[in-house]
């Protein structure tokens, strides 16, 4: 048996917060975990807010959880600013993100540990079910748009994110590794720090049986919505594709992204009488867009926070 098997092993639980009031179903989700044996959880709440609005929430629910709750307070309005602060205040052999809107399964922690002591990887997601509003589009609800999967290229996961994931903190890939904060508010910060941990040599592995849920607001059960988030996804992988050394460079790389646009349009029009078929072909087609918005230089779209009145003091 290795070390880590013989010793207590210590779990930091990190929900980066921003005005939400789901917290508290979060919180009381992680409550009613089952903990795998030898091991120890402590719950570290990043307030992204300019004032520490969560702080009261969290107070209040303390003393009906079963765990320590480490309150951070991580201005404003960047969640990179959010997820670091989680990381630099990290003492565990082992770091979790979920999101503020989300709620674990009972054996989500032990399916995630279980995964990643049987695979020594660096990262190990886990599936995100969207839970949808009964007035959501049919064709949203059968075709799933919102739930959050790992993308396999040729038998490896090549990226991830952070509203399912555990980190080997201990490892030296992920130990320095930080988000980036030119990426806070436009989103995307998690693909690029996944995909750069990849790159680097860390393993991204996956547990199926660490199921998290999180429903879909009225706000986001809609197409606009999931047309610009494609879109935003698009300018990340642009970012990520100008990184690499591709022979042609950004000619080639920006043909490529045309021609999948144009695939992209062929097929929606092919499958116009399918509504899931067409509207997935279609954000396909938005997010090859993106892809070329990136290249060509478009500012990024901002999908997080709110500009405060500092920022844009000292925007320019």
């Known amino acids: 048996m290795s070390d880590m098997e013989h010793r207590k092993t ?9 005005r939400r009031p789901e917290l508290e179903n979060t919180l009381r989700s992680i409550a009613a975990l089952t903990v795998p044996d030898r091991a120890s959880v402590r719950i570290v709440i990043a307030d992204n807010d300019l004032t520490p609005s969560a702080r009261n929430l969290v107070e209040r629910l303390r003393p009906q959880i079963p765990f320590d709750i480490l309150y951070l307070h991580a201005p404003a309005s960047n969640i990179s600013i959010a997820r670091n602060a989680c990381l630099d205040a990290g003492g565990g052999d082992f770091l979790a993100f979920i ?41 949203m609800r059968k075709g799933d748009f919102h739930s959050t999967f790992p993308v ?11 509203c399912n994931v555990l980190l080997r903190r201990s490892s030296p890939l992920i130990g320095r590794r930080r988000f980036n904060l030119a990426l806070g ?63 042609g460079g950004m000619a080639r790389k920006t ?62």
Request: charged letters at 25%; glycine letters at 10%.
């Open 99 to 139: 999101d503020d809107d989300e709620t674990v399964t009972p054996g989500w922690l032990s399916e995630l540990m279980a995964t990643t002591l049987e695979t020594g990887a660096e990262a190990v997601l886990g599936p995100v079910r969207a839970i949808y509003p009964k007035d959501a589009p049919r064709w």
């Open 152 to 162: 396999w290229v040729r038998g490896k996961v090549l990226t991830g994110y952070t």
């Open 185 to 247: 508010r436009t989103g995307g910060e998690d693909t690029e720090f996944f995909s750069r941990l990849h790159r680097d040599g860390g393993v991204i592995a996956y547990a199926p049986g660490a199921l998290v849920l999180e429903p879909v607001p009225e706000s986001r059960a809609s197409f606009p919505w999931l047309l610009k988030r494609r879109f935003r996804m698009g300018q990340t992988h642009a970012r990520l594709l100008e990184e690499k050394k591709i022979a």
């Open 10 to 18: 210590r779990v930091d639980l990190c929900v980066c917060t921003y």
């Open 255 to 316: 043909g490529v992204a045309a021609a999948k646009v144009g695939y992209c349009m062929i097929a929606s029009i092919l499958f116009a009488a399918f509504p899931i078929r067409r509207n997935r072909a279609i954000l396909r087609l938005v997010m090859h867009a993106g892809v070329i918005g990136g290249l060509l230089g478009v500012s990024e779209l901002r999908l997080y926070g709110e500009e405060t009145r500092e920022a844009r003091g000292n925007a320019g």
